[in-house]
């Protein structure tokens, strides 16, 4: 396919901060890169280098930052509640009983998640938490008890299958509801709310007067303006081999974000085939097309929804999707080759 490039390549399941050329103080400022760090959000390591006067300036900075994504896990968890918080889990908690009140930014993520259903020809469902809770439940059977895996019926699942219509998440903006009309359905945010996350935080950081910083998210990275090492360069974004703990690939990016799906983390291999947590809404399976998508865009919420959605499409389809949005992608495989498109191609070191 002349569309595409064919590489033989390292695998790669995670994109990673790698940075500028050197750490240190820049020719033209004062600026220093900082760098801080913590797992209490998402179930994963969030991490941020940026560029300051001060470390008390980087420490102020900081403080925001972290707290801002301790508030936005607690509205988009699917799995805890909290005192006098009306979240993701409230909203499952009441479906087909009452519309919630919830916090604008639930609205907000909510929306672009029933869009996103529509921009990837419903592959992305937020309502395919039925589906979704069925296999999670079997993941963490499987990993405890390896001696005994199993897999989920196709008949339980098909059942589950019956409560994800998305036209019954119901939206009501100028009530600032939200409501799931019938009972038995569940939304899991999982493809969104972390990306989304990230935008949001990066967005008060710029708010704030940071203009040099990079956000890694568990591989939902953001960079902000461009890196001060070195009198001003790109981030460097790499792609990591999780095979070696390598690096494959590096993309020079300004003011862009990049995100990964792929199979290689929470994944349960039952006579020699791997079942992946990412879910193809309409074989109700783990999608096994790819070994991982990466996506490199001006949004990491954006590259998100689209590493998962070219995860489980098809090449073709994917290559189609991937151009509406004006995204670079890396299709990787399990036998260690690669496709990718021009537009990746424009912005690799490697190719």
């Known amino acids: 396919m002349t569309k595409f490039f064919l590489a033989v390549l390292i695998v ?32 994963t390591y969030v991490q ?15 403080k925001v930052f972290q707290q801002a994504f ?35 930014a639930i609205i907000d993520l909510l929306i672009f998640s029933k869009q996103a259903y529509f921009y990837t020809g419903g592959i992305l469902n937020i309502a395919l938490g039925p589906v979704l809770s069925i296999w999670h439940q079997y993941r963490m059977h499987n990993i405890s008890n390896p001696e005994n895996m199993v897999v989920p019926s196709y008949d339980a699942l098909r059942e589950a299958a019956s409560f994800i219509n998305i036209k019954d998440l119901i939206i009501d903006e100028e009530a600032g509801t939200v409501f799931l009309a019938r009972e038995g359905m569940l939304l899991d945010v999982g493809a969104t709310a972390k990306a989304f996350t990230v935008d949001r935080v990066a967005n008060i950081l710029r708010e704030r007067g940071v203009a040099s910083a990079v956000i890694d998210a568990g591989g939902d990275v953001i960079a902000i303006g461009e890196s001060m090492t070195g009198g001003g360069r790109p981030w460097n974004i790499g792609i990591r081999d999780p095979e070696t703990g390598g690096m494959y690939d590096v993309v ?9 799906s792929g199979n290689h983390y929470r994944r349960f291999i039952i006579d020699g085939v ?15 097309n790819f070994a991982a998508v990466s996506v490199i865009h001006e949004s990491v919420t954006t590259a998100e929804m689209l590493s998962t959605a070219l995860f489980i499409l098809s090449l073709d389809e994917g ?24 537009i990746y191609r424009k912005i690799s070191q490697n190719f």
Request: with cysteine.
């Open 12 to 43: 790669v399941a995670a994109v990673f901060i790698i940075g500028g050329c050197s750490p240190g103080n820049n020719s033209r400022t004062s600026l220093t890169r900082h760098r801080g760090g913590f797992f209490e959000t998402f179930d």
């Open 48 to 62: 941020i280098a940026m560029y300051t006067e001060t470390q008390e300036e980087f420490d102020e900075h900081f």
């Open 70 to 104: 301790e508030r936005y896990h607690i509205l988009f968890d699917i799995f805890n509640s909290y005192p006098g918080v009306n979240n993701i889990r409230t909203i499952n908690d009441n479906a087909g009983i009452v519309p919630v009140v919830v916090d604008s």
């Open 252 to 260: 020079q990016v300004r003011d862009m974000a990049a995100a990964t």
């Open 274 to 288: 791997p079942y992946s947590h990412i879910i193809d809404p309409i074989t109700l399976m783990p999608a096994a």
């Open 319 to 342: 290559y189609e999707l991937a151009q509406t949005f004006n995204a670079a992608v890396i299709w990787l495989f399990d036998d260690n080759t690669a496709m990718f498109n021009e």
